[in-house]
């Protein structure tokens, strides 16, 4: 069971990237003074959570649904993604490995011939029809599947909270733009993935910035599957922060069909290319943009 000290160690080491990265003050502060509530909490969270769920984490003195949630995979797999991504050693391989029903070679299979790198995509192929066309994901594991990421990614629809909505792929698209505009300037902070980095280099440039009150961090992708295709300058994963949870998509220049060198949201191809026939025609979708 993770402890409540391990749970405040890695939410304090995460305030600490954060700050020396240049992220927004504020949300520091978040993540620091929940590391303080943690250790400070007089039973294990891990024990409240399983009598009372997400609900009696948000009761925590400090801890808003935003670091329930993250206290929530702290709780269940002992891991914070954001953080994992911040460190630059995120396993895709692993992370699928880790939902139930998906073993060593089927996530295997998944990253390398589906591309799917994070829990989000993986969500969309079950929902698009990609996950049902791999060999042995039958209904009933796919379903399970489904079942699982809902909790897991925080979407089960709280009764005072309504639904979830995504960002739109307007406002993701343009923090992908800041994001090379700024590494391509030499403006950003740099680190050193652990992963597929011997010589231990700070290369990756990583950028926090903020849309409303949704929070991202943004990164190139240092996935073994960008690096066999040579495009760890081009794939960039978004981390979006919001009331919801935190959320990775990754955004890539499209290859093939009518989006051929557009940059897209992976699995949300679909609101791209409507996204941007507003962007060419504004004046036939005057009144239709959701």
């Known amino acids: 069971m993770t402890t409540n000290d391990q749970i405040a160690r890695k939410l304090d080491e995460l305030a600490n990237l954060l700050e ?19 250790a400070g909490f007089p039973e294990p969270v ?35 993604p954001l953080l994992e991504h911040m460190r630059g050693e995120i396993d895709p391989v692993l992370l699928l490995q880790s939902v ?23 969500e969309a192929a079950a929902h698009d029809g990609r996950l049902a066309s791999v060999a042995g994901f039958g209904a ?15 979407r089960v629809r709280q009764p005072d909270r309504g639904p979830k909505k ?31 980095n011997p010589d231990k280099k700070a290369w990756l440039p990583i950028l926090h910035t903020q849309r409303g009150d949704r ?6 992708s240092n996935t073994a599957r960008a690096h066999r295709l040579g495009t760890t300058d081009d794939w960039v994963i978004v981390y979006q922060e919001g009331e919801s ?15 051929e060198g557009q940059r897209i949201v992976r699995g949300r191809e679909g609101e791209c290319q409507k996204y941007f ?8 979708h005057r009144g239709t943009a959701s």
């Open 20 to 38: 020396t990265q240049g992220a927004n003050p504020f949300r520091v502060s978040a993540y620091r003074h929940g590391a303080m509530a943690i």
């Open 46 to 80: 891990a024990d409240l959570y399983t009598r009372e769920g997400l609900e009696g984490l948000e009761r925590v003195p400090g801890i808003g649904h935003q670091l329930a949630i993250a206290v929530r995979s702290l709780v269940e797999t002992g891991r914070l």
């Open 100 to 122: 139930p029903g998906i073993g060593r070679i089927q996530a295997e299979r998944l990253h390398h011939d589906l591309g799917i790198d994070t829990l989000e995509d993986l």
């Open 140 to 154: 009933k594991r796919v379903a399970g599947i489904v079942d699982s990421l809902a909790s897991r990614l925080g």
């Open 166 to 196: 995504q960002a739109p792929v307007e406002e993701l698209l343009d923090v992908d733009r800041e994001y090379r505009e700024s590494s391509q300037a030499g403006t950003l902070p740099t680190i050193a993935p652990r992963r597929f």
């Open 215 to 220: 929070h991202y961090t943004a990164m190139f």
């Open 245 to 259: 949870g935190a959320h990775p998509c990754t955004v890539i220049t499209s290859r093939h069909g009518p989006l």
């Open 277 to 284: 026939e507003r962007c060419l025609n504004p004046r036939a």
